[in-house]
């Protein structure tokens, strides 16, 4: 067998070692936050052979590395040689700071609002086809000790009820009707809206007064009232809802939670648009 042979299989025997305790892809991870760290640093971007002194790897490996995280828009090229971090480390950004921002923001009325409406308040952000649960606050005094609750980090999905009308209620119209149009509404209960006209008519109300109200479409024996959390352009940042048994949240007590509902959501709203 050959010195060079012999040297490879060291080479190789050495990699499988490295990989096998520290994964695979372990190397590539790092040199891509290594990279994009460099970047967010650099006030005017930095050049080709600038990032591969920086980095000390070689050309061949940081042109593939370089050509993915564009394709993935991280990195963009500007003036034809310098590259600079690109729209969608941006667009990761905003969205970490507006979910950090909306709890911070939320949760003093949310913890408010359960003392005084004596049910629990729910704090919310759309996640492609689900509602996440970013935050949840149980009333400490109330009628009951017994009340509905979740765990931060749940989802709910998208057409549940109260937050499904707030959602699509932020949608334009035709856009609402195509989606009902090809998803199937789901039957939560037997008080479940199936028919698209049906909720499509229950979503413009909602869109004319800002507040989605169940009763007992998506839990049987629990309404819910929802409101929108306005972000910037008027796009949709967050959901804010109660939750409790229908035999305590009901007439009087659902329209005047989602009054206090909708207040509060504007507060929240107008926090954050001063912090910008």
Partial sequence: ?????????????????????TGASTPMVERTFR?????????????????VR??????????????????????EQ???????????????????????GLRRFALPGMR???????????????????????????????PSA?????APGTHVPLLAAAVGRVVLASWPSARREEYLRAHP?????EQSITDPDQLLAAVAVTAQSGVGMDHQEYLAGVNAVAVPIRGLGGTLAGLL????????????????????LRDEAEAIAQAMDASR
């Fill in 35 to 51: 990279l994009l760290d460099l970047l967010s640093a650099s006030e005017d971007g930095l050049t080709f052979s600038e990032l």
């Fill in 1 to 21: 067998m050959t010195e060079p042979s012999v040297r490879h299989i060291e080479q190789r025997k050495t990699r499988q070692a490295g990989d096998a305790t």
């Fill in 241 to 260: 809802w109660v939750v409790g048994f229908a035999t305590r949240l009901d007439g009087e007590a659902m329209i005047r939670a989602g009054e206090l």
């Fill in 112 to 142: 408010r609002l359960a003392g005084e409406i004596g049910e629990t308040i729910f704090l919310g952000r759309v996640e492609g086809d689900r509602v996440r649960i970013v935050e949840c606050c149980n009333a400490e005094n109330g």
């Fill in 54 to 75: 920086a980095l000390g790897i070689s050309k061949g490996s940081l042109h593939g590395l370089i050509k993915s995280l564009e394709r993935a828009r991280a990195i």
């Fill in 146 to 150: 017994l009340h509905i609750s979740a």
């Fill in 185 to 189: 509404l789901p039957r939560f209960t």
């Fill in 78 to 100: 500007v003036d034809g040689r310098r590259y600079v971090v690109g729209p969608r480390i941006y667009d990761l950004a905003l969205a970490y700071s507006q979910r950090a």
